[in-house]
């Protein structure tokens, strides 16, 4: 995947606002991690500014990764236990530019690495992490990714549903087997959702993944 790392044992989606989290993207990183098999941890950083940020994460993905992590680079707030979290694992930070990728691995591991800002006329991040870099630092390997658009072009639509484990608990109920949760009658998916079972911004970006990646699958990728 863009950019190329492989072998991971988890990926660490990093979030802190500013910049306005990007949640499809968040989604979409989600999906490609598990398809490959690796965990997922979101880590809320800049938690000394807000934690509206982390609130919303722990409403909307608490069954949906792995972990949730609330920290601060800048107090070191919560580092010690994500660190203990990363021990024994080749995890990727991922995610947005100027969330703070960087400024966390050098809270981690005592590092010195050069680390972005906010364009102050668009509040979106600068690229200072230009190619993925992979650091040791005794029982840790840590890929440092710079920010990126992911892509799932190696799941087809109608699996997207599968790497969705805040519907799996659910789908079991449906009617048919291979239920997308999306115009089926008796869908217990769905049903939940209606319960307020399931985040319903969640399910919205998941028709909008799943209608984006049916339209790639029949025109190619635009």
Known sequence: MRPNVANIDCVNIVIGAPP?????????????AISGGAEVVITVNKSDLSTETYDYVLKNYANSVDKIFSVSSVTGENIDSLKEFLKGKLCAFCGQSAVGKTSLLNKLFSMS?????????????KHTTTSSE??????????????????????????????????????????????????EPDCAVKQALLEGKISKDRYDRY?????????????GKY
Request: aromatic share 14%; net charge negative.
């Open 134 to 183: 992979i650091h040791f630092y005794e029982d840790f390997k840590v890929i440092d990714t710079p920010g990126f658009s992911a892509n799932i072009c190696e799941v087809k639509a109608d699996e997207i549903k599968d790497y969705y484990r805040d519907f799996t608990e659910f789908s079991n109920g449906c009617y048919f087997l291979d239920c997308k949760h999306i115009s």
């Open 113 to 125: 690495e050069r680390v972005g800002n906010l364009s102050e006329k668009t509040m979106r991040g």
């Open 207 to 219: 028709i909008e993944i799943f209608n984006e990646r049916k339209k790639e699958e029949k025109y």
């Open 20 to 32: 306005k989290p990007d949640y499809l993207l968040i989604d979409k990183i989600i999906i490609s």
